[in-house]
T-cell receptor, first 112, second 113 residues
Framework: KAGVTQTPRYLIKTRGQQVTLSCSPI?????VSWYQQTPGQGLQFLFE???????NKGNFPGRFSGRQFSNSRSEMNVSTLELGDSALYLC???????????FGPGTRLLVL | QQQVKQSPQSLIVQKGGISIINCAYE??????FPWYQQFPGKGPALLIA?????SEKKEGRFTISFNKSAKQFSLHIMDSQPGDSATYFC????????????FGTGTSLTVIP
């Protein structure tokens, strides 16, 4: 099976712009989670989608949003970008009740 | 607030030595404790995991020790190899509530040949 894919892999934006990141889960996986990874902070949970519904949400401002499509693909949107949003954004997929999350390679976002 | 605290931040070990990474948590509702390994340019990958009903789990050279009363768990890498050089993350979650994981801040392990 193909692994989790994320596009784009790298992105450079300026403050105030918005960005959309995409994640394609492993075939058959219905749960998609998003994490922000920064040096010193580790991985911070953003949100999880399951069957097109947000099932869990982390402590991030409303500028961070997401959605999931009927084919389980997910997108994450960040509006009004700030310098502090520069990070590696990771997507992970899993089966409905699986303990194992499979991570994609991430999208590295740089905000100038 | 960091729900899972991890130490040390970095670790240098000689080839053949034992690498030990520690984590502590506060939420007693956590019932699943995985460790992830991440190489540069890659996403984290599940290495080994434990539930709180056992005190130790071993898979090859990797062992998790779990102390429920102290709310601590640790990863031991025996006979450390240069190929083990990576960043390691501990995590915790509450099963059956979805896939929300709380991660430690990571340990950068370097194994010197």
């Amino acid at each position: 099976k193909a692994g989790v894919t994320q596009t784009p892999r790298y992105l450079i934006k300026t403050r105030g712009q918005q960005v959309t990141l995409s994640c394609s889960p492993i075939s058959g996986h219905r749960s998609v989670s998003w994490y922000q990874q920064t040096p010193g902070q580790g991985l911070q949970f953003l949100f999880e989608y399951f069957s097109e519904t947000q099932r869990n949400k982390g402590n991030f401002p409303g500028r961070f949003s997401g959605r999931q499509f009927s084919n389980s693909r997910s997108e994450m949107n960040v509006s009004t970008l700030e310098l502090g949003d520069s990070a590696l954004y990771l997507c992970a997929s899993s089966l409905e009740s699986s303990e194992t999350q499979y991570f994609g390679p991430g999208t590295r976002l740089l905000v100038l | 607030q960091q729900q899972v605290k991890q130490s040390p931040q970095s670790l240098i070990v000689q080839k053949g030595g034992i690498s030990i990474i520690n984590c502590a948590y506060e939420n007693t509702a956590f019932d699943y404790f995985p460790w992830y390994q991440q190489f540069p340019g890659k996403g984290p990958a599940l290495l080994i995991a434990i539930r709180p009903d056992v005190s130790e789990k071993k898979e090859g050279r990797f062992t998790i020790s779990f102390n429920k009363s102290a709310k601590q768990f640790s990863l031991h890498i025996m006979d450390s190899q240069p190929g083990d050089s990576a960043t390691y993350f501990c995590a915790a979650s509450i099963l059956n509530t979805g896939n929300q994981f709380y991660f430690g801040t990571g340990t950068s392990l370097t194994v010197i040949p």
